[in-house]
T-cell receptor, first 116, second 120 residues
Framework: KNQVEQSPQSLIILEGKNCTLQ??????????LRWYKQDTGRGPVSLTI???SENTKSNGRYTATLDADTKQSSLHITASQLSDSASYIC???????????????WGLGTSLAVNP | DAGVIQSPRHEVTEMGQEVTLRCKPI?????LFWYRQTMMRGLELLIY????????DSGMPEDRFSAKMPNASFSTLKIQPSEPRDSAVYFC??????????????????FGPGTRLTVL
């Protein structure tokens, strides 16, 4: 069964601290993995995309990693800011564009609260 | 570009009434997606279109839900009759290419602000 599981479900940290969010998936075949940030009351916005051959990718204070062998991804946030308070959602795409086995599986997200 | 536009932003209706949600995708995007988001189930893909043609509607919960895309710049999601369990935030998203494509950045989905639906 194709699944995406995220942990922790929620997290509270102090401003300036680092944190790491986890995403485990069983989607096969694998195409790519995206991390989205969703602020309260808004639609999700893409932070980064990881393809099969990529291990690490950074976007400012956000760094995503991918281990395609263990089917795990992480999102590391450095020097957190109050504006990082949001839900972070992992979504895994599978199958090829022209194939019949396309999949788009969303995780439930991790709710992050950054407190002053 | 104005981004994906959805209307209305909020909708409150009574059980049994018809509800129509509207979406205008980003110009030039070939894919349009409708999602439903709840606390318990997260984001659920309901249906998606490619070049105005519905490709996969396996996520549509039941026959009360229907979606159309009469042209490249407009889509609707209709619920008739509505029920309290339909209460959720409904998002529309568009992308230049399918999110399953493995190369490039053109498969990013851009989301609208959502419609918060409350069925009493």
């Amino acid at each position: 069964k194709n699944q995406v599981e995220q942990s922790p479900q929620s997290l509270i940290i102090l401003e300036g601290k680092n944190c790491t969010l986890q995403c485990n998936y069983t989607v096969s075949p694998f195409s790519n993995l995206r991390w989205y940030k969703q602020d309260t009351g808004r639609g999700p916005v893409s932070l980064t995309i990881m393809t099969f051959s990529e291990n690490t990718k950074s976007n400012g204070r956000y760094t995503a990693t991918l281990d395609a062998d263990t089917k795990q991804s992480s999102l590391h946030i450095t020097a957190s800011q109050l504006s990082d308070s949001a839900s972070y959602i992992c979504v895994v795409s599978g199958g090829e564009n022209a194939g019949n086995n396309r999949k788009l599986i969303w995780g439930l997200g991790t709710s992050l609260a950054v407190n002053p | 570009d104005a981004g994906v536009i959805q209307s209305p932003r909020h909708e409150v209706t009574e059980m049994g009434q018809e509800v129509t949600l509207r979406c205008k995708p980003i110009s030039g995007h070939d894919y349009l997606f409708w999602y439903r988001q709840t606390m318990m189930r997260g984001l659920e893909l309901l249906i998606y279109f490619n070049n105005n043609v519905p490709i996969d509607d396996s996520g549509m919960p039941e026959d009360r839900f229907s979606a159309k895309m009469p042209n490249a710049s407009f889509s609707t999601l209709k619920i008739q009759p509505s029920e309290p369990r339909d209460s959720a935030v409904y998002f529309c998203a568009s992308s230049r290419r399918g999110p399953w494509t493995s190369g490039g950045g053109y498969n990013e989905q851009f989301f609208g602000p959502g419609t918060r639906l409350t069925v009493l």
